[in-house]
């Protein structure tokens, strides 16, 4: 039969342009996808939950599991350490299931150089820098000099778009939900992911298959 491999739908975006928020929705809406839930050196913020937003260590233990090779990626991200751990992601993978990540530019460079064939990437624009900036400060779990950080490092974010498949623009989140949900769902019918795909055809053209 034709089953297939699981594939990597990465989405990237200057902080505040609505990720994490197209990411819950995402979930919510579809069975064989899960979340790559990151390790992170940065603090948690009020609402957050250990082990669903992220997975919050300190520095010598993120050096720890970087040196003994557990991380599929990782980077530096305005002053923490961000990481995805490599187990759950290869499991899911390998059960043909897929998996969601919310990491940059940096960490996406990494799992392209690593695993092409296997990576969707896209990257969601918010509809202008005045709005990126209102999102950032109602979401009110950043101090004044953190939102002021991010949107410093917004534009340099966006310098990387060109690296990406897909590109949404985030104005309307349902909207944007469900354009993610499209390249989902044709990206899965890709002909390198089946696998068995030859042999079922063989039999299709010789008349064994039934
Ligand atoms: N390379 C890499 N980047 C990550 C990882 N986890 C999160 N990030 C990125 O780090 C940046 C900061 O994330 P976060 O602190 O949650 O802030 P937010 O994007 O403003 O909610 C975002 O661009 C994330 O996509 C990871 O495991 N690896
Ligand atoms: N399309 C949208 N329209 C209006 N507000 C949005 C939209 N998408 C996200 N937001 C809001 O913007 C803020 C930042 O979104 P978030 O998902 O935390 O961004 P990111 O994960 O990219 O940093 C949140 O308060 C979220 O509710």
Redesign the pocket.
């Known amino acids: 039969m034709i089953t297939r491999r699981g594939l990597m739908l990465v989405?990237?975006?200057?902080?505040?342009a609505g990720?994490?928020s197209i990411s819950r929705k995402l979930l919510e809406r579809e069975d064989e996808l899960s979340m790559?839930v990151?390790?992170?050196t940065?603090p948690r913020r009020p609402g957050e939950v250990q082990g669903r937003?992220?997975l919050f260590i300190d520095p010598t233990e993120f050096q720890l599991m970087a040196n003994r090779n557990e991380l599929l990626?990782?980077?530096k991200?305005?002053g923490?350490y961000?990481?995805?751990p490599r187990g759950a992601v290869e499991e899911a993978l390998a059960a043909g299931k897929d998996v969601l990540?919310?990491?940059?530019w940096?960490?996406?460079q990494?799992l392209a150089a690593n695993a092409r064939q296997d990576l969707v990437s896209v990257f969601i624009l918010p509809p202008s820098t005045r709005e990126l900036e209102r999102r950032?400060r109602t979401r009110a779990q950043?101090s004044e000099e953190v939102v002021a950080q991010?949107m410093a490092k917004a534009a340099d974010?966006i310098s990387h778009y060109p690296e990406y498949q897909y590109i949404v623009l985030n104005d309307d989140i349902a909207a944007s939900v469900e354009k993610i949900r499209a390249i989902l769902h044709a990206e899965r019918l890709k002909r390198e992911r089946l696998v068995g795909l030859p042999d079922f055809v063989r039999g299709l053209q010789d008349g064994s298959g039934d």
């Open positions: 989405l990237s975006s200057p902080s505040g990720k994490t790559s990151s390790v992170t940065r937003d992220y990626e990782h980077a991200v305005f923490n961000y990481g995805t990540f919310d990491i940059d940096q960490g996406t990494q950032l950043d991010r974010e």
